[in-house]
């Protein structure tokens, strides 16, 4: 595997808790620190692409919504006007430290359309060589297994399949995958590193936790096994303060690293 200090290309997903409050509205200074600590990154030497959580969660606060809606029609309404507010915001924030972002809006179903899929790769690398940092959601306003269930994990390991990522970067509200749920297991213990990929590890998976985020830790581990099929290690951890990426490129960082069977067998 190759040392985190020599990646190149990453791909980081942030989830709806990590951009709100626990009542719903925009975080405004988690964004701004997730905007300070990608635009950091990038000027490193690295690229950045941004797969963003928060589109219901945004609309919610824009329409006085108090608690997630239940109706799908409702939830569908309140990301469309979320994806506004959400881009704006990250507009206004990425912007003060000199960084261009770009929207994309796509649905897991990408890869399997060979157009769609070729498409999504070349505005990418287009937008990357041009120096610009994609943000990446759900097309949240048409989708519905996808805003029912939680999938920008699965569509982060997408987007990383797409640019041949060097790494994924989950970050969650907890620091990564316990040996049992901690919220039901006080005496659960965190395990930092996964090697290959076990489909017992669904048996320790529990739900969701948030309020506002819908996907838990099933869909992440899902992710992880998306990305392996492209030989892409995957690190899951607390995005509470987005500087923990700092300490994931160093290679030292409290949370769970998934590095893929043959990329170990190849050191």
């Known amino acids: 595997m190759k040392e985190f ?17 626990s009542g719903g509205g ?5 964004i701004d620190r997730i905007a300070m600590v990608l635009s950091d990154i990038k000027n490193m030497g690295k690229e950045v692409i941004l797969v963003t959580s928060g589109a219901v969660g945004a609309g919610m606060a824009k329409l006085g919504m108090r608690e997630r809606p239940r109706i799908m029609e409702e939830k569908q309404a309140a ?7 959400l881009m704006f915001i990250y507009d206004k924030y990425f912007s003060e430290y000199g960084q261009t972002i770009a929207q994309l809006l796509l649905h897991k179903d990408v890869t399997t359309h060979e157009n769609l ?7 990418l690398e287009t937008l990357l060589r041009y120096g610009a940092i994609p943000i990446i959601n759900e097309n949240d306003s048409i989708a519905v297994d996808e ?4 999938d920008n994990d699965t569509l982060s390991a997408i987007t990383a399949s797409l ?11 907890i620091d990564g995958l316990y040996t049992a749920n901690p919220a039901d297991h006080p005496d659960a213990t965190l395990i930092e590193r996964v090697e290959g990929f076990d489909p017992a590890l669904y048996d320790i998976a529990g739900g969701s936790g948030s309020k506002v985020g819908t996907g838990g830790m099933v869909t992440k581990l899902h992710a992880v096994e998306i990305a392996f099929e492209k030989q892409i290690p995957v690190a899951l951890c607390n995005g509470a303060d987005p500087a923990i990426l700092y300490d994931v490129l160093s290679g030292d960082f409290t ?9 170990e067998a190849e050191e």
Do not use: M, W
């Open 5 to 21: 200090s020599d990646i190149k290309r990453i791909v980081v997903k942030i989830g709806s808790s990590s951009l709100t409050h």
């Open 26 to 30: 925009i975080n405004f200074r988690k």
């Open 79 to 85: 990301a469309s006007v979320g994806q506004c507010e």
């Open 117 to 123: 899929r070729e498409n999504a790769q070349n505005t």
């Open 147 to 150: 805003i029912a269930y939680g």
């Open 163 to 173: 640019v041949d990522a060097d790494l994924l970067v989950l970050l969650t509200d």
């Open 255 to 263: 949370g769970t690293l998934f590095v893929p069977a043959e990329k």
